[in-house]
């Protein structure tokens, strides 16, 4: 499988910036699309944003869209999330995680990162 290590979370105010990664190693090459997903304390867990590893295509929640921005370095096998505009609702931890189709479910998962804004 793909192993998945996320980093870059830290406290920021609100309207801040914050980039996270996720450097990927192991079986990557049969990755479909890597993701990022997050879960506030009480609540599910919810999709963020997608990128197809070949094509470079993304996806957003309503949510965040227009303030991130899913990114990937093929060189690095790494992905990245750019967060701009930040909101003391942003305030989660944030998963990277990897699936090998469209319509499967995301098998690989790294351990997650903080994000915690301020108000």
């Known amino acids: 499988q793909v192993q998945l290590v996320e980093s870059g979370g830290g406290l920021v105010q609100t309207g801040g910036s914050l980039r996270l990664s996720c450097a990927a190693s192991?079986?990557?090459?049969?990755?479909?699309?890597m993701g990022w997903f997050r879960q506030a304390p009480g609540k599910e867990r919810e999709f963020v944003a997608r990128?197809?590893?070949?094509?470079?295509?993304?996806y957003y929640a309503d949510s965040v869209k227009g303030r991130f921005t899913i990114s990937r370095d093929h060189a690095k096998n790494t992905v990245y999330l750019q967060m701009n505009s930040l909101k003391p609702e942003d305030t989660a931890v944030y998963f990277c995680?990897?699936?090998?189709?469209?319509?499967?479910?995301?098998?690989?998962w790294g351990q997650g990162t903080q994000v915690t804004v301020s108000s």
């Open positions: 990128i197809i590893w070949s094509g470079g295509i993304s």
């Open positions: 192991g079986r990557t090459f049969s990755s479909y699309d």
């Open positions: 995680a990897a699936r090998e189709g469209r319509f499967t479910n995301f098998g690989s």
